[in-house]
């Protein structure tokens, strides 16, 4: 139990593109997903934290209007990275923590590279 | 706080050897840490956990030591495998409402033939 996917699992884009990643919690509901990135040897960063029906909220130095994220779905959030650059590059992760728990299960990872 | 290396440390173990990895959290107020293991170009992997009003915990082949007086947490691996080869975090959730995890910077530990 507690599966938690994304997808794409890699994904090269243009500069300027933009680039929509999905978090998915395949067999619980999670009603707070969590969205980290971990550049290479690196621990990972919270990036923004997602509750279902409502607005994200984001680390300090994180651009809510770069990193846009939806929580549309007690199972689905997405992010996505608008006008991609080169420095975007990276390693970009999910979680989603079942309600009234302290556990978070993780999603495999997105590797983004922009050229 | 968070902790953030701009290298891994790293731990080199011989196959069957006992690996303890090791790890200075930051916040007082946190009252849950949990190891997880990554591997390469993988999300990371539930291992173990602890509340703050324990200082032992086992699983199966490890053990999560937790020491609230110097802020320290390890993790003991017996009779350490090829596939034990990972990246190790640490991470502690500080009490609150917002239950956010922090994590550690990390340990390489490479396991030896």
């Known amino acids: 139990g507690a599966v938690v996917s994304q997808h794409p699992s890699r994904v090269i884009c243009k500069s300027g593109t933009s680039v929509k990643i999905e978090c998915r919690s395949l067999d619980f509901q999670a009603t707070t997903m969590f969205w980290y990135r971990q550049f290479p040897k690196q621990s990972l960063m919270l990036m923004a934290t997602?509750?279902?029906?409502?607005?994200?909220?984001?680390e300090q130095g994180v651009e809510k209007d770069k990193f846009l994220i939806n929580h549309a779905s007690l199972t689905l959030s997405t992010l996505t990275v608008t006008s991609a650059h080169p420095e975007d590059s990276s390693f970009y992760i999910c979680s989603a923590r079942i309600r009234s728990t302290d556990t978070q299960y993780f999603g495999p990872g997105t590797r983004l590279t922009v050229l | 706080g968070e902790s953030v290396g701009l290298h891994l440390p790293t731990l080199s173990v011989q196959e069957g050897d006992n690996s303890i990895i090791n790890c200075a959290y930051s916040n007082s107020a946190s009252d849950y840490f949990i190891w997880y293991k990554q591997e390469s170009g993988k999300g990371p992997q539930f291992i173990i956990d602890i509340r703050s009003n324990m200082d032992k915990r086992q699983g199966q082949r490890v053990t999560v030591l937790l020491n609230k007086t110097v802020k320290h947490l390890s993790l003991q691996i017996a009779a350490t495998q090829p596939g034990d080869s990972a990246v190790y975090f640490c991470?502690?959730?500080?009490?609150?409402?917002?239950?956010?995890?922090?994590f550690g910077s990390g340990t390489q530990l490479t396991v030896l033939p």
């Open positions: 991470a502690e959730v500080s009490s609150g409402s917002a239950r956010q995890l922090t």
């Open positions: 997602s509750n279902e029906g409502s607005k994200a909220t984001y």
